[in-house]
């Protein structure tokens, strides 16, 4: 499978790519392009959250634990005072950081259901909520994050198939199809809890057409291309 570095480096590009044409053709703000584009890079290494020793999983807990931690302090900032809202802050990051991410890696098996299509779906309607009701985005911009996440995931699990394909020997590792797959077929119960969470997230995730008249209008240009 491909490591970390060409993880981060692929979905870094295609990320910036995408955002650059969103400036270009749409008039996308600078600030937003960055911050889709970051959100786009954190997807391409998000799949591999359930690999316990892996860098993913440590970054990838340091900026929810950083989330949680600005959350907090935004939250509490009018009930308490500066060295209170510090240990609020510092008391949300260490929790996250350290007893969730050890009982998280107890739980999960790398390349399991969280290395999926369904819990990439997973993934960008928990940035949509959490971005829409705990940061305070408006919501076509919480949406944009979450599409973003969503598509950099996808790359993440395109590359592991590709890498398992052996093109020297012509012939296919045996990792192939455990990386790009629809949902851990073998844990049906787990999957049928993904798609009723997936469901709950969707029906209290704000409204928004944006995005939907966006992708219209590019698969509008793309069929006038072709």
Known sequence: MADFKTHTIVAAGVSGAMTASLLVHFQLSVPLALLYWGAGTLGGILPDIDSDHSKAIRL??????????????????????????WCAGLAGFLVIYYPVRRIFAHFTVHRGILHSL?????YAMLSI????????????????????????ALIH??????????LSG????SSFGSALKITQWDEPL?????????AGLYYIAPADRYWLHL???IGSSVVQLV
């Open 215 to 217: 992708l219209e209008k």
């Open 60 to 85: 990838i807990f340091q900026l929810l634990a950083g989330i949680v931690a600005v959350i907090a302090v935004i939250r509490f900032h009018q009930q308490l005072n500066i060295w209170q809202l």
């Open 157 to 166: 699990l395109l590359l592991d198939e590709i890498y398992s394909v052996d």
């Open 170 to 173: 012509g012939r296919l590792k």
């Open 190 to 198: 787990l999957t049928i809890a993904f798609i009723g969470a997936i």
């Open 129 to 152: 909520v959490v971005g829409f009701y705990c940061l305070n985005m408006p919501s076509w911009v919480a949406w944009g994050c979450g599409c973003f996440l969503f598509c950099g």
């Open 118 to 122: 369904l819990a990439n779906l997973l």
